[in-house]
C-alpha cells in the first residue's frame, strides 16, 4: 500500500554496529553471521559494493535526490559500466553463486559477461529493464522509480575468498550497485512419504503448464509434503485451498516455480509450511487491484513461510484473514512493485524475522490494522535495504507491536526507516494502542525528502497523521548514522496537528545527521534518555508544531544526553543540510540535489537532470520555444562566485554555442542580471564545460538561455554553483 498518499493540508516554507559502519563507509557490507543481539538478519551471503571494487567504468553517486540511480542505491552509490568496462570484485568468501543488483536504461535488456580470475566463463548474467522505471502516478509525490532489479548465477564452479570475479558490459549500459557472494547449497533429498508434483505430470522444463499438477499433489498430500524435485515449472493461475501441507523444494536456486500468483485465498484451516523454493514473477507494473502476490489472503494459524527466494512479483506476502501464530523466516524479498510484506488486520502472535529485503516499491515490512487490530506481533532482526518509494518498516495502527533488532538502510523519496502511524487509509482503522516497543534497530541513510510536504521525514518517525498517538511509544537502543535530515521525528502528517505523546527514547547514538536530531512538527510530549549525537549538520531540535498555535510539544531531558543542545531559532524556514556550518566547503557543489524547475522539458529530459550529479542525464527544454530558463533552488542564501555548465560529455554531444544570461534572487520572484547575456561554446573536445564567473549572494538561479546552435532548445547536464 502506498504510505504517504495524502498531501499536508499547508506545506510551510521552510546493523549491526559493524554491519552499520560497513554500509556508511559504502564498502564492503559484512552481511555473514552477526551475534544474536545486533541488527539484521544472520545472512548466508556477504556483499561487496560496486564502488569499492576496482572498475574501468564511471562512478556515480552519492545523492539523496528522488528519482535518480545514486539515490536508489545501497550506500547511494554505483558503478555505470559502457560497453568493454567492467567492474572487478575481489570475493570476500568462499562461493560458487553470485546476485547482482543492477540497472539498464528504460527498454533495454542484454547480459554481463563474468569473468573468474581472468577466464571467461560461458554462462552469462543476464540483465534487462522489464521490471524497472515503474510509475505510480495515483500516488501524490511519487516519480518513475524502481530503476534496480536484481540477476542470479551459479557460476559452475567454487571460488575462494581472495579470488577475483569480473562483470563486463557488451552491448547495453548497465549500472551495478552491489554483488552478494554465497556459497549455495546442493540441490536437496526428497523426503520420504512425499508427493512429488512431477509424479502428478508437473514439467521441471518450464515449458508446460505445470498448475494442475501443483494442484492435485497438494490434494493428495494432506497432513504431509508436496516435493518439488530441482527444475523449473511454471503455473498459469494461483492455488488455493492450500492447508495442512508442507509445499517444499531442493532449495531456492534449484527448485523454481515461476508464477507472478502462487496462492490466493481468503480462508485456511492453516498448519501451512511453504519452504525451500523460488517464486520468481512477471510483474512489471504496480496494479494494485490484481493479486499478483506470491502469498494474497490467508496461510490460516500455525503456518510458516521460510527458506524461499521471492522475487518480481506485486507483493510477497499481503495477508489478510487468519494468520495466527505465523513464522516468515529466512526469505529473500527482491524486486517487488509494492510491499514485501504486508500484516493487513487480523494478524495476531505473528513473527517475521532473519529476512532480506531488497529493492521493494513500497513498504518493505508493514502492519496494518484494517478491519482488526494486529496483536502482538513482531518485527525482527530483518535486513532491509532500499525501500524505492516508501519506509522500511511501517506500523500502521495495531496493539502491543514489537520491532526490534532491525537494520534498515537507504530509504527514498516517501519514507523513513521506521514509522510508527496512525495513518488509516480506510475504515475501519484500529489506531496505536497497548505498548508499541521499538528496540535495538539501526537506520543508516534513512529518512527522504518528502515532495508533498517540501520538507524531510526523519529516519525514525511517530506519526499521529489521523488521529493522536495515545499508546505507549518506547523507542530504546537507537543507532542513527548518516541520516541526510533528521534522526527522530514527531509529527502529524495529515496536517491537523493530533498530539503524538506517551513516547520515550532512551539509548540511542546519531553519528551524522543533515539538519536536526529532533524534528518536532506537532503537539505531544517526549522523553529522552541517554542520547548521544556527533556530527549534526544544523541544531539538535527544530520544535515548530504545525498548524501554528495547535499546541507545544515538550521535550523533557532524562538525563545523558549529550551533543544536542541547540535549537533551531526560525520556524518560517526549514534548515537545510548542513545550514548552520559556520564555513561552508568552498568545493562543495551548491545546486547539486537541489530542487531545479524550468519553463518547460521535453519528454524526460526534466529540469532534476541538471542537479542530479550525474553529467550523462541532461535537461532539455520545449524544443523550438526560445526563450527558455532553467531555476536552482540553493535553499537558503549563498554568495556564489562561480558557475560551471556542462553537457554530456560523448563525442556524440557534437560542438555547440548557447546564448545566456545569469540571473539571481533571494526571494523567488524578483530577479537581478548577475551576468549579461552573451554566447558559450560547449566542446566536447573540452569536456563540454563553460565555467561563468558570477558575483551575488542568491538563493535561486536562473539561466535564461537565447539560442542555441546545435539543437533547437535550451540543454545542460549540470549547473553547478561554487562558493569560490
Known amino acids: 500500500m502506498s504510505t504517504h498518499g495524502t498531501t499536508r493540508s499547508t506545506v510551510r516554507s521552510m546493523s549491526a554496529v559493524a554491519v552499520a559502519v560497513a554500509l556508511a563507509a559504502g564498502t564492503l557490507v559484512a552481511l555473514a553471521p552477526v551475534p544474536a543481539h545486533a541488527a539484521g538478519a544472520t545472512l548466508p551471503f556477504t556483499s561487496v559494493e560496486a564502488e569499492s571494487a576496482t572498475t574501468t567504468g564511471s562512478k556515480i553517486g552519492p545523492d539523496h535526490t528522488q528519482g535518480t540511480l545514486a539515490s536508489e542505491a545501497s550506500g547511494r552509490r554505483a558503478v555505470r559500466l559502457n560497453a568493454g568496462q567492467r567492474v572487478e570484485f575481489t570475493v570476500p568468501r568462499a562461493a560458487n553463486a553470485v546476485n547482482v543488483a543492477y540497472s539498464v536504461p528504460d527498454g533495454q535488456s542484454g547480459s554481463l559477461d563474468v569473468y573468474v580470475n581472468g577466464q571467461k566463463l560461458a554462462r552469462t548474467l543476464p540483465v534487462t529493464s522489464k521490471y524497472s522505471y515503474v510509475d505510480t502516478g495515483w500516488i501524490p509525490g511519487a516519480r518513475t522509480h524502481h530503476f534496480y532489479a536484481n540477476s542470479r548465477l551459479l557460476l559452475g564452479r567454487d571460488v575462494q575468498a581472495g579470488d577475483k570475479v569480473a562483470l563486463q558490459a557488451t552491448g547495453v549500459q548497465v549500472t551495478v550497485d552491489v554483488a552478494d557472494f554465497e556459497q549455495a547449497a546442493g540441490p536437496a533429498a526428497r523426503p520420504a512419504g512425499s508427493v512429488s508434483v512431477t509424479d502428478k505430470g508437473a514439467d521441471p522444463t518450464g515449458q508446460g503448464d505445470s498448475t494442475q499438477a501443483f494442484r492435485e499433489a497438494i490434494a493428495a498430500a494432506q497432513g504431509g509434503v508436496v516435493w518439488i524435485p530441482p527444475g523449473e515449472y511454471r503455473l498459469t493461475s494461483s492455488l488455493n485451498g492450500v492447508q495442512n501441507v508442507t509445499l517444499r523444494g531442493a532449495g531456492h536456486w534449484h527448485s523454481i516455480v515461476r508464477t507472478s500468483r502462487f496462492i490466493d485465498q481468503q480462508n485456511s484451516a492453516g498448519n501451512v509450511r511453504i519452504q525451500d523454493f523460488a517464486v520468481i514473477g512477471e510483474v512489471t507494473e504496480r496494479v494494485d487491484s490484481n493479486p499478483d502476490n506470491f502469498v494474497n489472503g490467508s496461510l490460516g494459524p500455525n503456518s510458516s513461510v521460510s527458506g524461499m527466494w521471492l522475487q518480481h512479483l506485486k507483493v510477497g506476502l499481503w495477508l489478510t484473514g487468519t494468520n495466527d501464530n505465523l513464522v516468515v523466516e529466512n526469505n529473500r524479498f527482491l524486486d517487488m512493485t509494492a510491499d514485501g510484506l ?72 516517501l519514507g523513513s526507516g521506521i514509522a510508527i502511524s496512525n495513518q488509516k487509509f480506510l475504515d475501519p482503522f484500529h489506531p496505536l494502542s497497548g505498548t508499541i516497543t521499538v528496540d535495538g534497530n539501526t537506520l543508516v541513510r534513512t529518512g527522504a525528502m518528502n515532495p508533498n510536504w517540501n520538507h524531510p521525514m526523519g529516519a525514525l518517525r511517530v506519526d499521529s497523521y489521523d488521529s493522536a498517538v495515545e499508546a505507549q511509544v518506547k523507542i530504546t537502543n537507537t543507532t542513527v548514522t548518516d541520516s541526510p535530515y533528521s534522526a527522530f521525528e514527531f509529527v502529524s502528517g495529515g496536517g491537523r496537528g493530533h498530539a503524538a505523546k506517551n513516547i520515550t527514547v532512551d539509548g540511542a547514538t546519531v553519528n551524522r545527521v543533515g539538519t536536526v536530531v529532533v524534528q518536532a512538527e506537532t503537539q505531544g510530549a517526549v522523553t529522552f534518555r541517554d542520547v548521544t549525537a556527533t556530527g549534526v549538520g544544523s541544531a539538535g531540535v527544530y520544535n515548530c508544531p504545525y498548524p501554528a498555535g495547535s499546541g507545544a510539544f515538550t521535550l523533557t531531558d532524562g538525563g545523558g544526553n549529550s551533543g544536542w543542545d541547540s535549537t533551531w531559532p526560525d520556524c518560517s524556514t526549514w534548515p537545510q543540510p548542513g545550514q548552520g556550518t559556520p564555513d561552508p566547503d568552498p568545493d562543495v557543489n551548491l545546486a547539486r540535489g537541489r530542487t531545479a524547475t524550468a519553463t518547460g522539458s521535453q519528454d524526460v529530459y526534466t529540469p532534476g537532470k541538471a542537479v542530479d550529479g550525474d553529467a550523462n542525464t541532461y535537461w532539455e527544454s520545449a524544443n523550438h520555444a526560445f526563450p527558455q530558463s532553467l531555476t536552482v533552488d540553493l535553499g537558503s542564501t549563498r554568495t556564489v562566485r562561480r558557475l560551471v555548465l556542462k553537457l554530456p560529455p560523448q563525442a556524440a554531444w557534437q560542438a555547440r554555442t548557447q546564448t545566456l544570461s545569469v540571473q539571481g534572487s533571494t526571494d523567488g520572484s524578483a530577479y537581478a542580471t548577475l551576468v549579461a547575456s552573451k554566447d558559450y561554446r560547449f566542446d566536447p573536445a573540452t569536456g563540454n564545460t563553460v565555467t561563468i564567473p558570477v558575483s551575488g549572494s542568491v538563493r535561486h538561479l536562473r539561466l535564461h538561455v537565447t539560442g542555441n546552435t546545435g539543437w533547437p532548445a535550451a540543454q545542460f547536464s549540470e549547473v553547478e554553483a561554487y562558493l569560490s
Open 342 to 413: 504486508n500484516l493487513n488486520g487480523n494478524a495476531r502472535g505473528v513473527t517475521v524475522r532473519n529476512n532480506f529485503l531488497r529493492n521493494q516499491g513500497d513498504d518493505a515490512l508493514a502492519m496494518w490494522s484494517l478491519y482488526a487490530p494486529n496483536t502482538d506481533s513482531t518485527f525482527e532482526n530483518n535486513t532491509v535495504s532500499q525501500p524505492n518509494l516508501a519506509n522500511g518498516i511501517a506500523i500502521y495502527g495495531g496493539t502491543d507491536i514489537t520491532v526490534r533488532n532491525n537494520l534498515v538502510t537507504d530509504t527514498n523519496a
